[in-house]
């Protein structure tokens, strides 16, 4: 049996993530050491490269959300599992690497949009100190694909 | 799987339907992948030919224009007034939703009167409807609701609140009951009340004839669902699966039971004129009544539990609890909001779970050899006589495949429903904003197309081979999908595992020799058309 766990203590204004507990409030990242940063480049729609930093710890969504990186409709559940908008696809050397995926993720994967074999959930990546200079890619949206396709680029 | 392959076909054509917008599930999805604006017009638009780039691949007409709703096909004003108050199709809107998608296509229109409605009973074009939904999307009018919150001075909860009062409230309450891992522990909380249902359920066979046999299974679980979520939102007991149950309770269940007797009325109350009311007062007073019930029940328990905070705090003890007291703690929300959230939560999370309980345990009964695989993985994992929690479930994949087949075949809510916030190609049909949508669930649960041998239950098709295993599965989505999404899923799922599991642990169940088969109607939500009577057998 495990003991209960008191929703209270997650305090106002922090959100308990995936990957623990984390800052909604991101002010404090100013103040963390390099060491406990790594840098994460994002490969947005429009094939624009973001770099950004985010703390050990933290989720793919909230370096997204704490950063204010401009990816639309990214993460619209927060993190609950509801959608599948913070759908983020890796490299195959860092999916190998990954947290392995639960049922509930799998569940919200099979109703993404543009899944490939190495698709996961923002939300459910929390970034390690392995991850540093790792590049993911935001997949095309659907209005992408139409313009694709309206241009002869159907994509397989 | 095929998904890699599929995404951008258009597979599985089917049908659909048209469905009504029912409590329930407060569904919904996400700001992403929007079409570019058109206009805003009224529905019925005149023809509009758009550029070919607005329109997705699979949207795309033979003819390369886009038609209007006035080209779209579904049944004549007179013949679906006939159908549903004359032949009393609304008990029967999940079978007219599979005819009319046969009659006329995956896509078509319908009149109720005033109402207007565009049925969608294609899993692709649901997908593009529901990835393209604004922050705040909104799933029918809800104007009776409304009106009497503001009649009595209540304030509206999780499915009769829209746009940023709907999205205030609901940032703060999917923060503590969405996420797998806050729901996980209510482990413990959740297998206190299924102790009770197993001793209830040797309770009541003992009094059958044949010492086995419980009639009518739904009442059972009705207040199974009943205590288990109560014991979640309220932190409290309610005493439903004792033989006496309290009056407080017993008074609350009558409430309920109105509210979903007086389905066909109030469902509607909404279309009906106000002046009508003069003439025909029952229904509106009649639905001013149970949610009259169902409010002073939360009231009473919300009440309650300030008070002990209260008692806690002016003791200069430390404050400690679940969901209600870190709301009340928290004052994220104004009591009234959570009074309104408690009342619409428990309403929504008791039906839907005991009828599911029911079909699942039924179709279980009426498939012994799958009820044995299920049993014996069961016993391969955790033995006879451990109780499971919800961090054994991943070991479990035919548990979670037999409640996902079952939502298949008898999704409690047949079909969702759906306001366009803008102007949209849907199917080659411009559908304008403000167009009602059904989305027609039943129908694409049914499609051989995306569930092969889809009339068969097989809790196996839901059990993936490893974790690349991916499963299309658009066609079956009985929780809705996005930010409007059941927010009470983790919970029903919750729920719905450890009762299955502990029943099985305990029981092989049977159908009754005495019972027909039983089928669906549409009561509000798809419910047994007759009473199941299951005989719990004890394991060797």
């Keep these: 049996m495990i003991s209960k766990q008191t929703p209270l203590r997650t305090l106002r204004g922090q959100r308990h993530t995936a990957c623990g507990f984390s800052r909604a409030f991101s002010s404090s990242t100013g103040t963390l050491r390099s060491e406990d940063k790594v840098t994460v480049h994002f490969i947005n729609r429009d094939g624009e490269k973001i770099t950004t930093e985010g703390k050990i710890g933290d989720s793919l969504l909230d370096v997204v959300v704490n950063k204010n990186l401009d990816i639309d409709g990214f993460g619209a559940c927060e993190g609950t599992l509801a959608c599948s908008t913070c759908h983020l696809i890796f490299d195959e050397n860092i999916f190998k690497q990954l947290d392995p995926v639960t049922d509930e993720e799998m569940d919200m994967l099979d109703l993404a949009y543009g899944l490939t074999e190495t698709s996961r959930l923002g939300c459910q990546i929390c970034l390690s100190k392995s991850m540093n200079g790792m590049t993911v890619s935001v997949p095309e949206g659907v209005a992408d694909v139409r313009q694709a396709a309206d241009m002869g680029l159907t994509p397989s | ?540």
């Excluded at chain 2, 929007?34 to 003819?63: C, F, G």
């Excluded at chain 2, 002990?308 to 200069?316: R, V, W, Y």
């Design chain 2, 1 to 540: 799987m095929s998904i890699f392959t599929n995404i951008l076909q258009n597979s599985c054509r089917k049908t659909l339907l048209l469905e009504p917008e029912s409590f329930h599930m407060l569904c919904n999805v996400a700001n992403f992948h929007r079409l570019p604006k058109l206009s805003s017009q009224a529905p019925a638009a005149e023809e509009k030919v758009l550029p070919e780039m607005l329109m997705q691949p699979q949207a795309r007409p033979k003819e390369g224009r886009v038609k209007s709703l006035k080209e779209m096909p579904g049944p004549k004003t007179f013949t679906n007034l006939v159908e549903f108050f004359w032949r009393d199709g609304f008990s029967r809107i999940h079978e007219i939703q599979q005819q009319h998608t046969k009659q006329y296509g995956k896509i078509f229109k319908s009149h109720f009167g005033p109402q207007f409605v565009v049925s969608i009973a294609d899993k692709d074009m649901v997908a593009q409807v529901l990835r393209a939904e604004s922050e705040a999307p909104q799933r029918a009018n809800m104007e009776s609701w409304k009106e009497y919150r503001d009649l009595r001075g209540r304030a509206t909860g999780l499915i009769s609140a829209e746009g940023q009062d709907w999205l205030k409230m609901r940032s703060v309450l999917r923060q503590k009951i969405m996420k797998p891992k806050d729901v996980a522990v209510f482990s413990s909380d959740v297998n206190a009340v299924v102790t009770d249902l197993i001793k209830r359920i040797h309770s009541l066979r003992s009094q059958a004839a044949d010492g086995k046999t419980v009639n009518n299974i739904n009442d059972l679980y009705f207040k199974y669902a009943m205590e288990g979520v109560a014991s979640i939102l309220y932190e409290a007991r309610l005493g439903c699966l004792q033989s006496e149950i309290p009056q407080q309770s017993l008074e609350y269940i009558a409430a309920l039971h109105l509210m979903f007797s007086m389905f066909k009325t109030t469902m509607y109350a909404g279309a009906i004129p106000k002046w009508l009311r003069i003439i025909i007062p029952k229904p509106w007073i009649e639905f001013c009544n149970s949610w009259d019930g169902l409010f002073k029940f939360s009231q009473i328990h919300v009440d309650k539990k300030l008070s002990e905070i209260q008692a806690q705090l002016d003791a200069g003890e430390e404050v400690e609890g679940g969901l209600l007291t870190h709301l009340l703690v928290s004052k994220e929300m104004t009591v009234e909001e959570i009074y309104a959230n408690m009342t619409e939560m428990l309403l929504a999370g008791v039906d839907t779970t005991s009828f599911t309980l029911s079909w699942s345990s039924y179709l279980l009964a009426r498939h012994p050899q799958v009820q044995q695989a299920v049993y014996d993985e069961v016993v391969r994992n955790l033995g006879r006589y451990q109780a499971p929690i919800a961090e054994d479930i991943s070991q479990l994949p035919l548990i979670r495949g037999v409640v996902k087949e079952t939502l298949r075949l008898f999704p409690v809510l047949p079909g969702n429903g759906r306001v366009m916030h803008e102007d949209m190609v849907v199917g080659g049909y411009l559908i304008p904003k403000g167009t009602q949508l059904a989305l027609c669930h039943y129908s694409t649960s049914y499609e051989d197309e995306c569930f092969p041998a889809a009339l068969e239950f097989r809790p196996e098709r839901w059990v993936r081979k490893d974790n690349m295993d991916r499963v299309d599965n658009f066609g079956s989505i009985p929780f809705g999908y996005g930010i409007r999404s059941c927010i009470g899923k983790r919970v029903a799922e919750l729920e719905l595992h450890l009762a299955l599991v502990q029943m099985l642990q305990n029981f092989r169940i049977d159908v009754s020799p005495h019972s027909k088969p039983v089928h669906a109607k549409t009561h509000g939500l798809l419910s047994p058309a007759a009473p199941i009577n299951l005989r719990f057998v004890d394991r060797e």
